[in-house]
């Protein structure tokens, strides 16, 4: 897994390239935007290959983290499979989930700003 | 943004897109009432729910379809996968509880692409007639809701496409579906405007009647119009479909039983003598729609669940059944070996109930029950129960038998509240306790039959 | 099943108060128990407010009971069924065997009513 | 019915569960039938690529609070339709009390076995003399 972090003035976009599990999970949770709970995030899923539970727990982790701190992750281009699991564990309403990046660093800016 | 000025038959990426955004807050009724069904499946007319929105993005012009839920939508993708069957394209995505249009359409972003896209807001009901031309929706400059009800809404976005000439926009009425009245009455409306209005399953070859595959329907029973039947259905003799009624599938309505105003959900069996009329019923689970009341009971002689029958009790209650026949032909054999050439020569021994009783022979042989010798080897081979809830009948649910439950016991063998008793000796019957009955039978015959000629 | 005797116009009326559920468990015993009160009256009212539950063989015991009291020249009436128990009434057509009222008092009154010269 | 079996043992470390899972699927892809589409295969190889790395996960994870890592065996059953897998290690078995995360108190784990059960058709769990067994299979 290779993660990259585009910053901007009021969120990071983190692209995650690769698998996250419990192997990967660990290097996720500490890479700087993600470890900053004041910081909003767009996590860009389009090269994320597998997602399981460890995974998965760690990106809730981080958004109850975030979401304390009045920051929130919005997931952007989600694939199917990798849907299929926030779907069976019903922590898909957890998460704004975008089709298209610049619509979640968009909705970040836009609208997320004045909270 | 600018738009492209022609639309381009065949390319679908500018025709108008549909967002379809349904939230688990106002479907939480149909888990309450049905909790193994997907709301988004929910049965109108023998039609899944979203079957219904699926046609509607369809007749105003949709080819591309996305659903969105806060809920999972593993089941609904399982079954409408990638929408081929409709000829369209149907993607997935979730949405957070709280989301508006203005969320809806930021986080869909790129499926709608720029284009006219439109909005199906909430858990309602379209009420559409497929020969209106929805096609002008994409054409109207309308944005926002255009028709909206407690529960959703049907909203626009984007550009209108250029149209060819200026038709007008047709009415659009949506109705909650928030409870289980409002299901009950829309899908009586569904069924009343009948398939002329709306896309809806099954064949007939007359309208108001629309009946599924593989489905058996007795002489004797009869159909009254308006009826949708879906598949695998089985309606047995004397029983009376209609009017007004929705028999879903793998359902069994038994012998004598009527169904009006109602809706029979699939893997359903309505026992005998059963009368239902402006209800719902669902597996074991009968439902007032007016009222919200329901009743749910797993009652062989009144309303069940479908499911596979315990073949070790069966089998139990075969074998006990067969040892009880075989004991009678034991016992019986040698008064029919002497009385059955007598009464043969006299023109008495019938098939049936033995009705004159002048003399010795005919007696003895009537208070012997040798009438029913001949039905007992059938017993030995399995066809037959030796104790069951009417003698010689045919139906799922109830044995066909020998002798009958209403024998047994001193009840009237005929008459409408005979069917209520042979239900509550059949209910608790074991087979041990069937011994018990065919015994109670064979002592009890002969004295109503003299209580019978008495009166 | 608590049971009591009332005296209306030189009739004895027996009031049985049914449980909440009739059902194979309980429906042998509510047929013994109307052997005894049918000695006492054929004239009866099942009180059945409690009731909230009832399957074909509960039924098949109310009817039996009625068709008791019925032989005895008597009645059997029954009060305060709720919609429930009404609906599995009305599903079986039992409905029609029986006068039903809406509470034990109007149903034990309309007994003294029929006796009126 | 024809039927091979593959087994492999792994180390029971966390940088083998990517290989395992890897395993898994690229055994189910085998499976690829051509009555199916495209999406039902894909689907079929994905489900064991999840269910291996979650019942990978939970052996390893659980192995951790042990001295020496345990190693972790996983057998392969092929027939014609059916793939099953079975998982050995001698670690801390699941546990099967744990009701489903609710969602609402955002849960960082208890989703492994939820997510197991869900792709797959059967899933057995059982434990002989020290070993836990997680069985699990599929039918295409």
Known sequence: MTITETTGSTHTIVTICGTLDASTAPDFRNSPAIADPSRTVVIDLDKMDFLDSSGLGALVGVLRRKQEANATILLSCMNPPVRKVFDITGTCKLFHIFDDTDAATDYAATYLRGR | MPQPPLRHPGNHNNAMKTLIAIKEQHQSWVRDAFPNMHPLLLPLCNKPFIEYLIDFAILAGSREIRLLSDGSLMEIEEICQTGSRWGVELTYANIRPEDGERELLHKNRKFCNGSRTMILNGYTFIDY???????????????????????????????????????????????????????????????????????????????????????????????????????????????????????????????????????????????????????????????????????????PHLLTGIHSATNSATLLRKTIHALAAAILILLQAIPVIILYPLLRLQGKWKNGPITQQAGLAETLAARLSLDRFPLLPKVLLGQLAIIGSAP???SPGCRPAVFSYAEAEDWPVTGSDAAIVERYHAVHSTPFNDIGMTIKALINRPHKRNAGAAA | MAFRLETQNGITIGIAELDERLDAENSKALQKACGDWQQQTPFLVFDCTKLDFIDSSGLGAIVSCLRRSLEKNGDLKLAGLNAKVSMVFELTKAKKLFSIFSNASDAAASFAASRQP | MNSSNITI????????????????????????????????NWEFAHAFELAVSEAFTNAVVHAKKQAAPQPVTITFTLEERKLTIAMRDSNVPFSTRTPSPDPENYPENGYGLLLIRTVMDTVTLTRENDTNIITMSKTL
């Open chain 2, 129 to 299: 007639d497929k020969r209106l031309d929805y096609r002008v929706l994409a054409n109207h400059s309308a944005t926002g809701p255009i028709a909206s009800c407690s529960t959703g809404s049907i909203a626009f976005a984007g550009p209108p496409e250029p149209a060819a000439d200026d038709n007008p926009l047709p009415a659009l009425r949506i109705t909650p579906l928030d409870s289980l009245r409002s299901c009950y009455h829309i899908a009586m409306q569904i069924l009343e405007t009948g398939a002329e209005r709306y896309v809806l399953p099954g064949y007939g070859s007359e309208p108001g009647c629309a009946i599924g595959r593989n489905v058996a329907i007795a002489k004797t029973a009869e159909i009254r119009k308006p009826v949708s039947i879906g598949n695998n259905v089985q309606l047995l003799p004397g029983t009376i479909i209609g009017p007004m009624a929705v028999i879903g599938s793998n359902v069994i309505i038994d012998k004598g039983s009527s169904i009006s105003g109602s809706i029979i959900f699939d893997n359903t069996y309505i026992g005998e003598q059963l009368e239902i009329e402006g209800r719902i019923a669902s597996g074991n689970t009968l439902i007032d729609p007016e009222s919200g009341a329901s009743v749910a009971m797993e009652d």
């Open chain 2, 392 to 394: 010689r009948s045919n």
């Open chain 4, 9 to 40: 043992t792994l180390p029971g470390e966390l940088r083998f569960i990517r290989l395992a899972s890897k395993i898994a699927s690229n055994t189910a892809s085998l499976f690829t039938e051509t009555r199916k589409t495209e999406a039902e």
